[in-house]
């Protein structure tokens, strides 16, 4: 590659970078602020992280058009090539996290507005501080190329995979007992179902980490497989 276009190219990858460091910021900020808004009634908790929401959308869609214009003006190859294609799925991750906080963000909302919630509340935020620790680390691992930290990433998946099912039983539960509203349950089922996706999304951003450095994206089986209509 001549040495301007190689210099062009260099230009686009540092710009990438940056706009990838601050779409991994905002989205971390947003599920951190959703979820410690289960703690607070907090009216302000959804508009804040609704604004988070709408910018990681908006550099998403820039950063996927930088990515494809990237490709199509230098043909970039290697390591060059696995750096952008890593980008574009790493930020569809990042997106959808942003997403799932704003609606954990309105479903915690409505729990307090309702005033119930007392039995899952603490549980969900238990299972919400996993998720959110297991997305701080695979952040961080794309951010430094650190393929090291993410390799028990899928035995915290799996500890929020028990987390999900034995909350959504125990909601289930308290619903038949009616110590459990069916508003009420149908919120925090939606918030348990939340964070069990958002897991599996940094557990994505690990595994693309690992492809990243090695070439080699390790393969998984899925522990439920997909239902139609299911959650991307």
């Known amino acids: 590659m001549p040495a301007v276009e190689r210099k062009a190219l260099s230009e686009e990858l540092n710009s990438l970078r940056e706009n990838m460091e601050t779409i991994a910021t905002l989205s971390v900020q947003a599920i951190e602020r959703a979820v410690a808004g289960l703690d607070s009634p907090d009216t302000g908790v959804v508009g804040d992280v609704s604004a988070l929401d709408r910018e990681v959308y908006g550099l998403k869609e820039r950063i996927v058009r930088n990515c494809v214009e990237t490709i199509a003006l230098h043909a970039p190859v290697a390591k060059d090539l696995r750096t952008i294609?890593?980008?574009?799925?790493?930020?569809t991750d990042l997106d959808r996290i942003g997403r799932y906080a704003?609606?954990?963000?309105?479903?915690?909302?409505?729990?307090?507005?309702e005033g119930d919630g007392?039995?899952?509340l603490p549980k969900l935020r238990e299972m919400g501080n996993l998720t959110v620790g297991m997305i701080r680390t695979a952040v961080n691992a794309y951010l430094a190329g650190d393929a090291t930290s993410v390799s028990h990433i899928h035995t915290d998946d799996d500890a929020?995979?028990?987390?999900?099912?034995?909350?959504?039983?125990?909601?289930?539960d308290?619903?038949?007992?009616?110590?459990?509203?069916?508003?009420?349950?149908?919120?925090c089922?939606?918030?348990?179902r939340y964070l069990?996706?958002?897991?599996?999304?940094?557990v994505n951003i690990g595994e693309w980490v690992v492809y990243l450095v090695s070439g080699d994206r390790p393969m998984r089986?899925?522990?439920?497989?997909?239902?139609?209509?299911a959650m991307p």
């Open 85 to 91: 294609t890593v980008a574009l799925e790493v930020t």
């Open 102 to 113: 704003k609606d954990i963000a309105e479903s915690a909302h409505e729990l307090h507005r």
């Open 118 to 120: 007392r039995e899952s």
């Open 160 to 172: 929020v995979d028990n987390f999900h099912d034995e909350l959504f039983q125990a909601i289930i």
């Open 174 to 187: 308290g619903m038949a007992r009616r110590t459990v509203t069916p508003r009420t349950g149908a919120e």
């Open 189 to 192: 089922i939606l918030i348990n």
């Open 196 to 202: 069990e996706r958002l897991s599996d999304h940094a």
């Open 221 to 229: 089986l899925p522990r439920h497989r997909m239902e139609p209509g």
